[in-house]
Nanobody
Framework: QVQLVESGGGLVQAGGSLRLSCAASGRTFSTYAMGWFRQAPGKEREFVARISWGGGRIYYADSVKGRFTISSDNAKNTVYLQMNSLKPEDTAVYYC????????????????????WGQGTQVTVSS
């Protein structure tokens, strides 16, 4: 079992920044890589970013490249999503999730391959 708890969401003006955190716990969480997804009202959950605990195999959705940065702190068992230059279209509930480390690169972009999910944190970007 892996437990994931997100924090750091909130309301920010367009152009602003937020940093999301995801604290992981459980006996086997180190065998998983971590991802961030988001879901806006009326839309499907979409991939945002992915990282291995060692800091490798980092991927981003095209919509956030150059604006968002995913990172991990192994000592704190925490993954971060630094979000800069936020846009109103970034408004969504953001979820962190865990995927088996050995899954293929293409699997990392698909929510159905992630085994564990946090409760989500709301990010609202006003124009």
């Amino acid at each position: 079992q892996v437990q994931l708890v997100e924090s750091g969401g909130g309301l920010v003006q367009a152009g602003g920044s937020l940093r999301l955190s995801c604290a992981a716990s459980g006996r086997t969480f180190s065998t998983y890589a971590m991802g961030w997804f988001r879901q806006a009202p009326g839309k499907e959950r979409e991939f945002v970013a992915r990282i291995s605990w060692g800091g490798g195999r980092i991927y981003y959705a095209d919509s956030v490249k150059g604006r968002f940065t995913i990172s991990s702190d192994n000592a704190k068992n925490t993954v971060y999503l630094q979000m800069n230059s936020l846009k109103p279209e970034d408004t969504a509930v953001y979820y962190c999730a865990a995927i088996r480390e050995w899954y293929s690169d293409s699997s990392s972009y698909r929510a159905e391959f992630y085994d564990y999910w946090g409760q989500g944190t709301q990010v609202t970007v006003s124009s």
